[in-house]
């Protein structure tokens, strides 16, 4: 009997570059190995399809595919997947405005290197997002680098300071026992706020009244209304407490009304906030009494001439700091 011997030839062993991702217009090298001939495809971006190692220069992802026969004629195959990098894009924050000494953050986007200019005006020219102190115009300039791809460009943008008002604060007094309110005035500005609110008129205007019962320090911020910029200025209003207001009591009057002494009346020389009046013939009997400022009695009673002699007057004030209480005697002389 016959006898056929039947032998297998191994395939190809291929060992072939490993997928990777490449720059824009740079060009890959490809390479594979196991076999006498190479067959590569697709052939459009190869600088030669038919060799072991062509150069590959891609316009967008792709994949290469080889074929690889052996010296007996065998064929394996096998793939290299060709990735294109995005392309760098580069920018930088448009111009800006701000208020005066208004910090504004710069923002440059793209890289993994930067570069800004001027480097005084910035917190950190080596970053991507730096402030600017906002003292003055200026224009920026920042270099970006992209080290992967080894791509950079240069970009500019601005800032422009805007004046912030020059607030003027005032007050017309201090808080004292005799003086329950100040006049507070600010110019310079639009529109005003009022901090704190204490005791105040009102807290968005420019002038309002203060009406404190202890020391405040007021702080205003006045807003510019065509750059709408805002800064402020502080006053204190000071509590200064005092003694007892001071009055003149006359001691005797005579209503025969010949125009001099008709009246008995109260006068006082500092701010009070109520007065309380009350006047006692010697039976006890309540011939006067007024809480309105600078009342005066006549020296009537129901109608009729009290009774010239000795009278009892009390009287009740009040100021911002006590109520005080007086007591005395009134001659009436007819």
Not at 79 to 101: E, K, L, M, Q, W
Not at 115 to 129: G, H, Q
Not at 157 to 168: D, E, H, M, N, R
Not at 290 to 298: E, F, I, P, Q, V
């Amino acid at each position: 009997a016959d006898t056929v011997v039947i032998s297998a030839n191994p395939l190809p062993v291929i060992t072939r570059t490993a997928d990777t991702t490449i720059c824009q217009n740079i060009p890959a090298q490809l390479w594979a190995t196991g076999g006498v001939t190479y067959a590569w495809t697709p052939i459009a971006s190869l600088s030669n399809a038919a060799i072991a190692n062509p150069i590959a220069s891609p316009v967008s992802n792709t994949i290469y595919h080889v074929t690889v026969t052996s010296v007996n004629n065998c064929i394996a195959q096998d793939s290299v997947s060709i990735s294109i990098r995005p392309a760098a894009v580069f920018a930088v924050s448009p111009p800006d405005t701000t208020c005066f000494n208004t910090a504004v953050e710069l923002l440059a986007s793209g890289g993994d290197t930067y570069l800004w200019s001027p480097s005084a005006l910035v917190t950190n020219p080596n970053i991507a997002n730096p402030s600017s102190a906002g003292n003055a115009d200026a224009a920026f300039t920042v270099f970006i680098k992209e080290s992967t791809c080894n791509t950079s460009t240069t970009l500019t943008t601005s800032l422009k300071v805007l004046p912030v008002p020059v607030i003027g604060i005032s007050k017309s007094n201090d808080i004292t026992c005799s003086l329950g309110s100040a006049q507070l005035v600010a110019t310079g500005a639009g529109a005003y706020t009022w901090l704190p609110a204490t005791a105040l008129s009102n807290s968005t205007i420019a002038n309002p009244v203060a009406s404190p019962t202890v020391t405040i320090l007021y702080v205003v911020s006045g807003t510019d209304p065509v750059t709408n910029c805002t800064t402020s200025s502080s006053i204190t209003v000071f509590f200064k407490k005092e003694g007892e207001p001071k009055f003149f009591i006359p001691s005797a009057f005579s209503p025969n009304g010949d125009g001099k002494n008709d009246c008995f009346k109260v006068s006082h020389f500092n701010y009070l906030k109520s007065v309380d009046i009350t006047i006692y013939n010697r039976f006890g009997n309540m011939v006067f009494h007024s809480t309105t400022d600078n009342d005066c009695w006549d020296g009537m009673y129901k109608g009729n001439p009290a009774t010239p002699g000795n009278y009892v007057y009390y009287i009740k004030t009040e100021n911002n700091c006590a109520i005080f209480y007086k007591k005395g005697n009134l001659l009436l002389i007819r």
